[in-house]
């Protein structure tokens, strides 16, 4: 079999980021050399139409050494991870697959002279004591979730591999995403996605946070833009290695569902929070990215606002 020379491996491709990030490499590299990796097949027809797909669990590394007979991958995407609230109902698993998975991917990538790879971090390796506002990018780092603890254990461990291995590993903090394409499993930004939705379907939400919780969030969009951009920036660009602070804008839940009532002011939220709230009070409620935007010239282009519009624009085009 001949193999297809220049793949670019997304693993966890069917999750909120992956079936975006998926679309828009293969809009870049060519629908053939973007393979779609993940453990179950994808139900987005678009992803599962445009190109190759393949079963791996990121925890048996067989699946990934017998992706070889097949392709020479070069690149790797690795976003399959236990987000913050379902880490805390197990968090040894969460653990297990958030570290062992990264370690997996790791080795393969040296194994296989993978040229780059991409794990993503977040906002949630921050911890109580850490400076809320405008938290910098090295500071007091001290998570108390499973999925903070091994971000910020894996962030240690990409930087560790590039210093000592050579291994070319880039890195984004990001925080809470939001998109209309596909929904966010198991984090404690996700009401920011589920409002919209809610909004059109019911004109009312229930929030499990409290009207005043300010959290860092991104619209999809500037997301697959700052990845592409760090992924494409020259290696001498890429200054940090562990991973990068970055930020578009932070809002609450009061101030969303304002934003909201500009195109459905018969609106209404109402606020019941559960343990998700502990979670986000450990949070920053905005991040200092100016590393980012000097490095490799980072720059969102979504505030609220325009994320409102476009995100309501969208819904109600798919629902119609
Ligand atoms: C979560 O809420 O767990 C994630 C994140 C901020 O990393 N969206």
Known sequence: MTKKPHTILVIGACG??????????????????????????????????????????????????????????????????????????????????????????????????????????????????????????????????????????GERWCEYYFLKYGLDVRSLRYPGLIGYKALPGGGTTDYAVDIYHQALAKGTYKCFLSEHTRLPMMYMPDALKGTLDLMHAPAEQVKIRSSYNLAAMSFTPEEIAGSIRRHYPDFTITYEPDMRQQIADSWPQSIDDLAARQDWGWKPQYDLHTMTDDMLLHLKRINN
């Open 16 to 153: 909120q980021l992956g079936s975006e990030l998926t679309l828009e490499l293969r809009k870049i590299y060519g629908d053939a050399n973007v393979v779609a990796a993940d453990i179950q097949y994808p139900k987005q027809a678009e992803l599962r139409e445009s190109g190759p797909f393949e079963i791996v669990d990121v925890l048996t590394p067989q699946h990934l050494t017998d992706l070889t007979s097949k392709y020479k991958v070069k690149q790797i995407y690795h976003l399959a991870a236990i987000l913050s609230a379902t880490g805390e109902k197990n968090p040894k698993f969460a653990w297990r697959l958030n570290m062992d998975g990264l370690f997996n991917v790791l080795d393969f990538a040296l194994e296989h002279k993978v040229e780059k790879v991409y794990w993503p971090s977040s906002i949630a390796v921050f911890g109580p004591n850490t400076p809320r506002e405008n938290t910098p990018q090295n500071t007091i780092m001290d998570p108390n979730t499973v999925y903070g603890i091994s971000k910020q254990a």
